[in-house]
């Protein structure tokens, strides 16, 4: 036997045996000191008394075993939600977890970098662009990575400017044609609003479709209008500074009503930029930032639509799909204020009307036509009395209005149904003696 190995042994032995008194020793100068085994301590003291040159690899674990800080663990946590919400595997997720908990997880992420873009006070770090020899397409967007508004998630304040990965491409968002060579290779801020605009009206349409469930296509459709009209998006490029950046060319004549075009169409260019210079992370980057901009100019509509969601509990099958079309049918969905008003009221000889008040006038808040309607019972003691009136950007929806007021006055309402409660008593009489009369 090797007498220096024996030697060798011994020393070990000696250390093994004084190891746990040295780890309890360590516990008094440390508060909260990393998780690691008995043995693998002792080794590492064993090495540092030797004087061993090169590293342990029991370091790397007293190394890597030091807890990480409260921001760093979210990073972690965003950073595993990307690859398991990644195109590529997201439909492997939703199979094992479930649509509606992929939608939580996406809410999660978006929340989390809300939360730590509003925490950055410095400039943007801009990512380096990752190098491609294939065509800079995008990649595609889902129904499933667009969720809907809460107006819990909503800041007050502006979100920061995505960065544009690409120099070229973002000088091209702020550079006007006259400027470019004639070439159909310029690239000029009105090529990239084509594009731009695209991408913000499916953005804005996934977003809406969503949130508002309760609500018909026409008035979604004036949502998603003052979305992405060019006065919303000229006072968002205002926002920004984009006037300032604005490369349009020393004749070029500044009225205000060209200004605003000009300063809509950079945002949709902007936008584009934000998407074509980033293929991986682009379209979710845009998309998160619209949802915020957006989000904040509709927070009202989007509190009352909570507030409807709580009384209509009718799940939409165009989001929650059911497989089947006759399970989607067997939803009771509930009656409008119009049908609502028409069964408390209506019978044999009355009627509801519904007809204009004066002509329509323009809304002051997104200059679309305005309508008034009212609402007129024909019965019960009444010869065309006005119940209720509503206005709204479409006919229908400003009866609705009518409908709904006349609803809430629930002491004329009273009147009229005990007047509809009595008369329907008295015709299921006649209607029982009739059929008596026939027997006999």
């Not at 960065?163 to 004639?182: I, P, Q, R, Y």
């Not at 300063?263 to 902007?270: K, N, V």
């Not at 204009?356 to 019972?377: E, M, Q, S």
């Not at 609803?407 to 009147?415: C, E, F, P, T, Y």
Request: aromatic fraction near 6%.
């Amino acid at each position: 036997m090797d007498l220096n190995d024996s030697t060798t042994r011994k020393k070990h032995s000696r250390d093994d045996e004084h190891s746990e008194p040295r780890i309890k020793k360590q516990k008094k100068h440390h508060v909260s000191p990393p998780e690691i085994s008995r043995d693998a301590f002792a080794n590492s003291v064993q090495d540092e008394g030797n004087g061993a040159s090169k590293p342990h690899k029991n370091k790397d674990i007293l190394r890597n075993s030091v807890p990480q800080s409260g921001s760093a663990k979210i990073a972690n946590l965003v950073k595993a939600l990307d690859e398991a919400l990644d195109e590529d595997s997201l439909g492997e997720t939703s199979n094992s977890i479930g649509a509606e908990a992929v939608k939580q997880c996406l809410d999660l992420r978006a929340s989390l970098r809300t939360q730590k873009s509003n925490e950055e006070t410095t400039a943007i770090t801009i990512p380096e662009p990752k190098p491609s020899d294939g065509p800079n397409i995008p990649k595609s967007m889902t129904p499933v990575s667009i969720t809907p508004w809460h107006s819990s998630n909503l800041p007050n304040k502006l979100p920061p400017l995505p960065a544009v990965l690409d120099k070229t491409l973002e000088e091209s968002s702020f550079t006007h044609v006259n400027l470019g060579t004639g070439r159909i290779t310029d690239i000029t801020y009105e090529r990239l609003e084509w594009v731009g605009d695209a991408y913000l009206e499916l953005v804005a349409t996934l977003l809406i479709s969503q949130t508002f469930p309760h609500l018909t296509p026409g008035k979604l459709s004036q949502f998603r209008e003052r979305c992405v009209k060019n006065l919303t998006l000229a006072e968002f490029a205002l926002a920004y500074g984009f006037d300032k950046r604005a490369k349009l060319g020393n004749l070029f004549v500044k009225d205000q009503a060209t200004m605003t075009k000009i300063h809509g169409d950079m945002f949709e260019a902007y936008v584009a930029a934000v998407v074509l210079s980033d293929p991986e992370n682009g379209v979710e980057r845009a998309a998160e930032w619209l949802k915020i901009l957006w989000g904040q100019k509709l927070k009202k509509e989007i509190v009352q639509e909570e507030i409807r969601g709580k009384e209509i509990k009718v799940s939409n099958p165009m989001w929650k799909l059911v497989g089947d079309a006759r399970e989607a049918a067997k939803q009771t969905a509930p009656l409008n204020p119009k049908d609502q008003l028409q069964r408390l009221l209506a019978s044999k000889g009355v009627k509801l009307e519904y007809k204009d008040i004066g002509p329509a006038t323009k809304d002051r808040t997104n200059k679309l036509p305005l309508f008034t309607v009212g609402v007129y019972l024909h019965g019960w003691g009444e010869n065309g009395k006005q119940l209720g009136r509503g206005s709204a950007n479409g006919k229908k929806d400003a009866g609705m209005k009518a409908a709904e007021e006349a609803l809430r006055d629930k002491k004329m309402m009273a009147g009229y149904m005990e007047k509809k409660r009595i008369f329907d008593e008295q015709m299921e009489l006649e209607r029982q003696a009739l059929q008596q009369a026939k027997r006999s």
